[in-house]
Every structure is written in structure tokens, then in C-alpha cells.
């Protein structure tokens, strides 16, 4: 019997995950609950549109000549898609089939051997890392850092390409000890191609309201560019490329 995945939605032709231009499927439910979550409309498993692995194929197969020119492919987002890691393992293996390359943009928290086997047949990982500080960590997501960092070693074991994300949060996520010892951290990984520094801003603040949820950051402003420019530099010093994104 097919798996069944509930997908939030779908954007044919993405240009911010990952390489290239990507058909990008926003996976239903998460585990997370960041306070600086630009989709919290996804947090509920019950929720989304039902799809069987040859229904979503035969959406993705529509753009395989966009993916092929400008060397892009699939992104698995969310959520996180590894809630329906059964669902992603199917699709991901039709993906490998017809020579797509499959990109997943996890928080690294969920693992068991069926996460291993959607590692086997990824491409790229982008690999949200919100603190490196556990009480920070935990404040802002809800859950436990340790999870995340057995992923990324994980990764660095079977060597798989991994870009990591990281959110500058003016007030939370700016502790700049904290993003010293990360980067420092990340030098160690070799197989760490890129940090993603993404600043804070609130287009999801009206999904909050319209759920009837409360808006932590109501009052919090992006970064500043200097901000930003500071903490490049401070993740510079690993020797991993750094781009910035507002």
C-alpha cells in the first residue's frame, strides 16, 4: 500500500533551498515550536493535503527540465519533513530514479533508522541549527540541542553535504559567545560546504494571529546590517563559506 504524506503546500520553482531552482514541498507537522516561526500553519500533523509518493512525482516531473539547468532539484521542507519520514524515503527514492537530486531542510531532532535511509539517498542537507547554547536552544524551540548535534555528526560520518541555517534573532539568538562556539564548532566539519546566516523578520507574524496564537516577538526588529556583517565575520573564522539572507 502507498504512503500517504499531508503536504502543506508546494512551490514549483524555489530559488532560497538549496542549490539551483527547486521544486520545494512544505511537509505537514512539527515537533518544533520556534518562536520565530514563519510557518506555524504547518505545526499541525491532522492538517494538509493528502498526496501518495506517485501523486507528488508526478508533480516534481513537470520542472525536472528547470531542475536539470540549473542544477537543482527537490527540497523537503516544513514542518519538519522527518515527522513523515516514511513518506519522504518513497519520494526521495522515485527522485534518485529519474535522476533528481533531493534536498532536505530538517532541525536534525528526529532519528531512527528509517531517518538514516532518507540520509541515503539525500544529496544536501540543510540542517537548522537555532542556538548553540542548550537553555537558549531550548527556550527557543521547545526541545532538547543535543538531538541536533548527534545529527550533524551523523552527517560528517557519511560525509553528506550539508549547508547549516542559523536565524539571528535580535535578543534571542544574537548571544555572540554562543555563535563564536559554533563556529568554532563547525570548523571541525569538513563536510559542512556553507552556513546560511538568515535575518529575523516577521511575514509570518499574521499566521500567529490568525491562529489565535501568541506572538512572542511582536516587538522585536530585524537585524541591523551591522549585526548581521558582525556575526558573518564571527562565522567566517571556520573557514566554511558564509552567504547572508534578509
Same mark, same amino acid.
Given at each position: &500500500? %502507498?504512503?500517504?504524506?499531508?503536504?502543506?503546500?508546494?512551490?514549483?520553482?524555489? /530559488?532560497? =533551498?538549496?542549490?539551483?531552482?527547486?521544486?520545494?514541498?512544505?511537509?505537514? !507537522?512539527?515537533?518544533?515550536?520556534?518562536?520565530?516561526?514563519?510557518?506555524?500553519?504547518? #505545526?499541525?500533523?491532522?492538517?494538509? &493535503?493528502?498526496?501518495?509518493?506517485?501523486?507528488?512525482? $508526478?508533480?516534481?516531473?513537470?520542472?525536472?527540465?528547470? &531542475?536539470?539547468?540549473?542544477?537543482? !532539484?527537490?527540497?523537503?521542507?516544513?514542518?519538519?519533513?522527518?515527522?513523515?519520514?516514511?513518506?519522504?524515503?518513497?519520494?526521495?527514492?522515485?527522485?534518485?530514479? +529519474?535522476?533528481?537530486?533531493?534536498?532536505?531542510?530538517?532541525?536534525?531532532?528526529? #532519528? %531512527?533508522?528509517?531517518?538514516? *535511509?532518507?540520509?541515503?539517498? /539525500?544529496?544536501?542537507?540543510?540542517?537548522?541549527?537555532? %542556538?548553540?547554547?542548550?537553555?537558549?536552544?531550548? +527556550?527557543?524551540? !521547545?526541545?532538547?540541542?543535543?538531538?541536533?548535534?548527534?545529527?550533524?555528526?551523523? @552527517?560528517? *560520518?557519511? $560525509?553528506?553535504? /550539508? #549547508?547549516?541555517?542559523?536565524? @539571528?534573532?535580535?535578543?534571542?539568538? =544574537? $548571544?555572540? =559567545?554562543?555563535?563564536?562556539?559554533?563556529?568554532?564548532?563547525?570548523?571541525?566539519?569538513? %563536510?559542512?560546504?556553507?552556513?546560511?546566516?538568515?535575518?529575523?523578520?516577521?511575514?509570518? *507574524?499574521?499566521? #500567529?494571529?490568525?491562529?489565535?496564537? =501568541?506572538?512572542?516577538?511582536?516587538?522585536?526588529?530585524?537585524?541591523?546590517?551591522?549585526?548581521? *556583517? +558582525?556575526?558573518?565575520?564571527?562565522?567566517?573564522?571556520?573557514?566554511?563559506?558564509?552567504?547572508?539572507?534578509?
Amino acid at each position: &500500500m %502507498n504512503k500517504i504524506g499531508r503536504i502543506h503546500s508546494l512551490e514549483s520553482c524555489g /530559488t532560497v =533551498d538549496g542549490p539551483g531552482i527547486r521544486f520545494v514541498v512544505f511537509m505537514q !507537522g512539527c515537533v518544533l515550536r520556534c518562536q520565530f516561526c514563519h510557518n506555524p500553519d504547518t #505545526w499541525d500533523t491532522a492538517k494538509g &493535503m493528502e498526496y501518495t509518493p506517485e501523486q507528488l512525482m $508526478n508533480e516534481i516531473r513537470k520542472y525536472k527540465s528547470y &531542475m536539470d539547468f540549473s542544477g537543482g !532539484g527537490v527540497t523537503f521542507t516544513g514542518g519538519e519533513p522527518l515527522l513523515q519520514q516514511e513518506f519522504v524515503l518513497e519520494v526521495s527514492k522515485l527522485c534518485k530514479k +529519474e535522476g533528481i537530486s533531493v534536498a532536505l531542510d530538517t532541525s536534525g531532532f528526529i #532519528w %531512527n533508522n528509517v531517518v538514516k *535511509e532518507v540520509l541515503a539517498y /539525500t544529496d544536501i542537507v540543510l540542517l537548522d541549527i537555532k %542556538n548553540y547554547n542548550p537553555v537558549v536552544y531550548k +527556550e527557543v524551540t !521547545g526541545v532538547a540541542l543535543a538531538p541536533t548535534l548527534k545529527f550533524l555528526d551523523y @552527517l560528517k *560520518e557519511k $560525509n553528506i553535504n /550539508t #549547508w547549516v541555517r542559523y536565524v @539571528l534573532v535580535p535578543g534571542l539568538t =544574537d $548571544n555572540t =559567545d554562543s555563535i563564536r562556539e559554533l563556529s568554532e564548532h563547525l570548523g571541525g566539519f569538513p %563536510n559542512v560546504s556553507k552556513i546560511e546566516l538568515l535575518g529575523f523578520h516577521k511575514m509570518g *507574524e499574521y499566521k #500567529w494571529k490568525e491562529l489565535g496564537m =501568541d506572538y512572542k516577538l511582536a516587538d522585536t526588529k530585524e537585524p541591523s546590517r551591522e549585526l548581521l *556583517e +558582525e556575526v558573518k565575520i564571527i562565522f567566517e573564522r571556520s573557514g566554511i563559506s558564509v552567504s547572508v539572507n534578509t
